[in-house]
């Protein structure tokens, strides 16, 4: 099963994408010449055997003209330890805006997280949460001024 389909520009940009099961539409400005997809599935918990694969979708950078639309038939496939499998079918639509349309839609809306862009966030957070912890990195101590009229 995908979870979620995330599309990077050439440049590395997110671009907009929505979701209406098993449909997933994406939407390039004018200005995009190109997108890489990063589909997310679930993984099956290793004690039960299943081995799950997935098919069709696009690999490295998919370049489209201004106007034009491709679509991606992706498959998901989890094999059972009985010989059975499940198969599931998903969609990938991704088209590049024209020049003289409006490119509001290809506007991003998600608000993507930090772990959903780097991946490796909640690892600096961690190490930033125990370093604030750690005596020695404190800023160091200063007397408060007095008030003596000597």
């Not at 679930?42 to 639309?69: H, M, R, Y």
């Not at 499940?86 to 020049?99: A, D, I, P, Q, W």
């Not at 957070?125 to 008030?147: C, D, H, V």
Request: proline share 8%; glycine share 8%.
């Amino acid at each position: 099963m995908i979870t979620k389909i995330m599309l990077r520009d050439n440049l590395g940009s997110p671009i907009q994408v929505e979701s209406q099961h098993p449909t997933w539409n994406g939407v390039m400005c004018s200005d995009v010449s190109g997108f890489r997809a990063f589909p997310t599935q679930v993984q099956p918990v290793f004690a039960t055997g299943i081995k799950c694969t997935l098919e069709g979708a696009p690999s490295g950078l998919v370049n489209l003209d201004n106007g034009a639309t491709k679509a991606f038939e992706i498959t998901v496939t989890a094999k059972l330890p009985d010989g059975g499998h499940n198969t599931t079918k998903y969609t990938l639509s991704v088209r590049r805006l024209g020049v003289g349309l409006d490119q509001k839609p290809c506007s991003i809306t998600y608000k993507r997280s930090a772990a959903e862009d780097c991946g490796y966030a909640p690892i600096l957070e961690k190490q930033r949460q125990a370093a604030a912890l750690i005596p020695s990195l404190a800023k160091p101590w200063t007397p408060a001024p007095s008030n003596s009229t000597n």
